[in-house]
Structures are given as C-alpha cells and as structure tokens.
C-alpha cells in the first residue's frame, strides 16, 4: 500500500516533534545512487584519472528511471530522493584530490604532503568540479520535473576530507603533531563544506514545500546530511576539540540536518546530543559487518530517542523486526539499509506487512 507524498509529509512532521504515535515510520535507506555506475567505470577505465568532463550526467537517468519505478510500488512512510553522487567524492574533489577509477569505486588520493607552504583551501565558485556538480543537479531536477526531490549528493565531512587529502593515519598523527595548522585547515575544509552544498541547494526546487536528505529526511527547509565517517578513529575528547566546532558552524548555516553516523562512531552520539540546533540523528546498525554489539546500539539507538529524532538503520529484517520491538514509536524512523539497485521481493514483502492491519 503506497502512502500519498501528503500522506507521508504529515508523518515526517509528527516524526520531526517526537508526537505520540501508534506505530514508528517505516521505509528503506535505499541508496541506489551511491555506487559507481558500472558503465562509467568501464567507459573511463580502471587505474584512470576521472575529469569533470568524464562525467556526463544523462547517462545516469534511464538507471535513475528503473530506480523510480520500483520504488513508487513500494509501501513505505518515507520519501525517496535522488541524488547526483554516483561514487563520486565531490568534496574531495573539489578540495584538490585527484579521482581515480578503481574496479567498482571512485577514490581521492592523497593531495597534500606538508602543511608548510600549502595553499589555503577556498571556495570557488569556478571550480571546475563544482560546476560539474551543478550541471548534475540541474539535470536531475530537469528530469524529476517534481516526481521526486533531488538532494544534496554524499557530503563527506571536514575531517573526512583532510584524511582524504592526508591519508587517515597522517591525519590522525597531525592531530597529535600539528594541532594548530589542523585547526586552520578544518577551518577552511567547514567554509569550503558549507560553500558547496549553499551552491547547489540554491538550484534544487522544493519539493511539496520542503526539502529531503540523502538519508530519506523531508523537512519543511533546506536540509543537509553532514558527516565524519573517519572520527571512528578519534577519542570523544579529540572529536570535542577538532570536530564538534565545524558541526555546529554547518549545523548553523542550515535549518535542518540529518546527521549520518556508522554504529563504529556511537561513542560520540553524547557529545552530538548537546547541540540544539541539530535536528536528527541517522545510524545504522552493523553488529554482524565489524561494529558493537546489538544490545550497544540499541542502547544508544533509546538515548538518541529521548532526545531528538532518529532515523535507524538496521540491515536485515530480523534486526529490524526486533528494534520495533525494543524501541519506543516516538520519534523513530526506521528504514532497512539497502544499496542493491534491486529491492530484494522479501524487503518489498516485509515493509507491505507493517501496513496491514493488525
């Protein structure tokens, strides 16, 4: 039983204020969007150097139109967006790494060998892989002509981005051994974020008076999904001292957020609470692929609830089924995690039994 987008838009704002409710939002983080196109990949060729111009985004739409067919058949509370991403590491990018093609990924490689004598990072509106990113948007936005909201593609964060450009033991070691030239380039990676993602919100439309996240978000305002993936490899007293102030300048600028967290980083969950300004949270569950332990997560999972809204991700139906369990309605999105181009039937199955009555 497919919802109505209006439907769905008044669940979001029920889900926003944490109102009492009968059951939590259920959907899929379906992110089809993500992984390289295997046919770009095969068309620049493994082992080179992605340009700009190697991009052409209409090649990206009949895999995008598959993707909206099916999942205008799924019964689901959340809103699907799409994304211009692809593998790509824009911020990256745009920050100087060069991209590489790798079998089945886009990498950065390393761009900065010292900080002596570096040039500052700054945000240009010419740059050649922001206009690229631009001309994505405007092609997808095109191409929805309202069918679905197009979002803010994968925006690694300003840590993410210095171990990108320093490789993560490097930076974890410049944390330790440069403090003071970190904090000016964190500095500089935050201005450049913010820059980024202000250029191509300014050419995505609403979509039925708001805007949707990459972590399936609909807020009635410009809406950002902000991240630092690498600060699983720092202490809370670390991300508190170099991270925390660039969160909250991003989280400043923009008036929603959909912060996205790995369970590998749930210790900085306590610290992220403290911040008003941020809206939700977004973690996803991986006892079984190297993080904590089930009952962790779901601890953590109950700490976030009594504070802000989340969006949980667990990645089977088992995991699922026994969060609803566990956790209160309140405030709670839950969507299996997925990034299959194909929705699996038993996924398509289980979410339809959410909405059959009782």
């Known amino acids: 039983m497919a919802l109505s987008v209006e439907e769905r838009i008044k669940k979001y704002h029920a889900w926003r204020r944490r109102e009492p409710v009968e059951r939590p939002m259920v959907g899929l983080l379906w992110e089809p969007d993500i992984p390289p196109l295997p046919a770009m990949i095969e068309q620049v060729g493994v082992g080179t150097e992605i340009t700009p111009d190697d991009i052409q985004p209409e090649m990206f739409l009949p895999y995008i139109e598959r993707c909206v067919q099916q999942e205008i058949r799924l019964a689901s509370d959340v809103i699907q967006p799409y994304t211009p991403a692809f593998g790509m590491p824009w911020v990256e990018a745009i920050a100087g790494c060069r991209v590489v093609a790798h079998p089945g990924s886009l990498w950065a490689e390393p761009a900065l060998e010292s900080y002596e004598h570096r040039p500052p990072i700054h945000f240009d509106p010419d740059n050649p892989w922001l206009r690229k990113l631009v001309e994505f948007t405007h092609v997808l936005v095109e191409y929805s002509d309202g069918r679905f909201p197009v979002a803010l593609p994968q925006m690694r964060g300003p840590l993410d981005t210095l171990a990108a450009l320093r490789t993560p033991n490097q930076m974890c070691l410049d944390l330790m051994d440069t403090p003071d030239e970190v904090h000016q380039i964190l500095d500089e990676l ?154 699996p039937p038993r996924y398509a199955q289980w979410l339809e039994g959410q909405f059959l009555p009782l």
């Open 190 to 343: 935050t201005d450049l974020w913010i820059g980024i993602a202000d250029t191509v919100l300014e050419v995505t439309p609403p979509f039925c008076g708001g805007y949707s996240t990459r972590m399936k978000m609909w807020a009635p305002g410009q809406a950002i999904t902000p991240q630092n993936d690498i600060s699983t490899l720092i202490s809370p007293r670390m991300y508190e001292r170099f991270v925390l102030p660039r969160d909250r300048k991003i989280f400043e600028h923009f008036p929603y957020h959909s912060f996205h967290m790995h369970s590998t980083e749930h210790r900085h969950i306590d610290t992220l609470l403290t911040v008003e300004d941020l809206t939700a949270l977004q973690l996803t569950i991986e006892q079984d692929v190297g993080g904590p332990p089930l009952d962790t997560m779901l601890a953590a999972a109950k700490r976030v609830l009594a504070e802000k809204p989340l969006l949980l991700v667990p990645l089977d139906i088992q995991t699922a089924e026994l969060c609803l369990e566990t956790l209160p309605p309140q405030g709670l999105c839950l969507m299996l995690g997925l990034s299959d181009p194909e929705i």
